[in-house]
């Protein structure tokens, strides 16, 4: 009797393990994968648990043709404000689909307080500088008009398009804010008293951007970077521009770097000097 006792508790056991691996393999094949991992769509709609969601349909072309979707499989989706949701596909039409939030998987969290302006480049760049610049976590997109400012007409949809995508692709929780172009006198006026203003002037005499961000002593937790044209700022915007009490001149080095280069590479410094790569 008792060895048929703990034959049966042995049987039990392993008979419960066995259903815990396949509910955990069921669960790991239903997530909807891609190369960099796993599938998280940015949806402005609010989430919460039980909530449907109607997805775009450049969306839906993604998940139906593109990731070969089905019911029952999973994908992650945020909106800028409520965290990250796990949902399931719960209807697939031939065009369109349909999602149900079921778990709250993490909180929302917000990227550090800095802004990119840059002189707006030709197309390919610009859709780099936006891609790389929110996988970077900066809050603000702004291309600013200058004098030399060869590309003049900005496709701000294109932008936010290319934003969405990166943010959905980075693991982060908002897509950065699109602005209208502007000039840069209109950029500079009004500028807060409690946002430094990091200045790569490519025509030297000044610090490198490390050393001047370690020894500049106003407390300003807020910051954005302005990047130059291919053909750099000339004399009368570098003098508007210093004249700023809050404007920070620095250079990005000795060598001569393409202005999408410029923009990512002070972003980059910024982020392991004063951002969320600090680790504080």
């Not at 029952?72 to 909106?79: A, C, I, R, T």
């Not at 917000?110 to 976590?137: C, N, R």
């Not at 943010?167 to 409690?194: C, H, M, N, Y």
């Amino acid at each position: 009797m008792l060895q048929f006792v703990f034959h049966w508790r042995q049987t039990s056991a392993a008979h419960r393990l066995k259903e815990e691996c396949s509910l955990v393999k069921k669960e790991i094949i239903e997530d909807l994968l891609e190369p960099g991992g796993k599938v998280r769509l940015y949806i402005d709609s609010a989430l919460s648990r039980g909530a449907s969601l109607a997805v775009s349909a450049a969306h839906a072309h993604y998940l139906l043709r593109v990731m070969r979707a089905k019911e029952g499989d999973h994908v992650g989706v945020f909106n800028g404000l409520d965290g990250e949701w796990r949902c399931i596909v719960s209807r697939i039409g031939k065009r369109d689909c349909e999602l149900i939030c079921e778990k709250h998987v993490a909180e929302q969290q917000e990227v550090p307080d800095v802004w990119l302006a840059f002189a707006p480049i030709k197309k390919i760049p610009s859709d780099y500088v936006t891609q790389k610049a929110t996988e970077l976590g900066v809050r603000v997109l702004q291309p600013v008009i200058t004098h030399r400012t060869i590309a003049r007409r900005v496709n701000v949809q294109r932008m936010q398009a290319n934003a969405v995508e990166a943010a959905e692709q980075s693991g982060r929780l908002t897509v950065p804010e699109i602005r209208a172009p502007v000039d840069l006198p209109a950029f500079l006026a009004g500028w807060p008293k409690d946002r430094g203003l990091i200045f790569c002037d490519e025509a030297g005499g000044v610090p490198p951007l490390a050393e001047a961000l370690s020894r500049q002593k106003k407390d300003l937790r807020s910051w954005a970077i302005l990047t130059g044209p291919e053909g750099g700022f000339d004399d009368e915007e570098r003098a508007m521009i210093r004249s700023h009490a809050v404007s920070l001149a620095v250079s990005l080095g000795p060598r001569i770097m393409r202005a999408d280069t410029a923009a990512l590479a002070a972003l980059s410094i910024w982020q392991a000097l004063q951002g969320d790569w600090t680790g504080d």
